[in-house]
């Protein structure tokens, strides 16, 4: 698959509460980011992710998935080109990669990815 599912994210308004239920319902790693307010989630074999409090309170606690690609500038273009909106443009995690958010002609979301690895 060219183009796979590489990290799922918990949105949440309760951090902790979903820690605790995550890490007592499955055998997952959780790990804190340094300087960052992020919990990744390391699930052992499979796509793992991470966790956060959701940015807008007013959505519901959502899992969000993300989709790595080459090249997240173009393909968030091709995206728009196709018919989708721009949620969140181009944006670097230092020494991590970057990523878009894109809500879908339906009206779903998802992220693109692309590694600062290329892997």
Do not use: C, R
Not at 11 to 18: C, G, R, V, W, Y
Not at 35 to 46: K, L
């Amino acid at each position: 698959m060219a183009n796979p599912f590489v990290h799922i994210e918990l949105q949440t308004q309760d951090l902790e509460k979903s820690k605790k239920f995550y890490a007592g319902l499955f055998d997952w790693k959780l790990g804190e980011i340094p300087g960052m307010d992020y919990t990744m989630i390391n699930v052992g074999e499979g796509t793992g992710g991470g966790m956060m409090k959701k940015p807008v309170p007013e959505i519901p606690d959502i899992w969000f998935p993300y989709i790595m690609v080459d090249d997240v500038a173009a393909s968030t273009k091709k995206a728009m080109f196709l018919g989708a909106s721009l949620a969140k443009d181009v944006t670097e995690i230092p020494g991590m990669g970057w990523f878009s958010v894109i809500i879908d002609p339906t009206g779903a979301a998802f992220g693109l990815w692309q590694s600062k690895t290329g892997k």
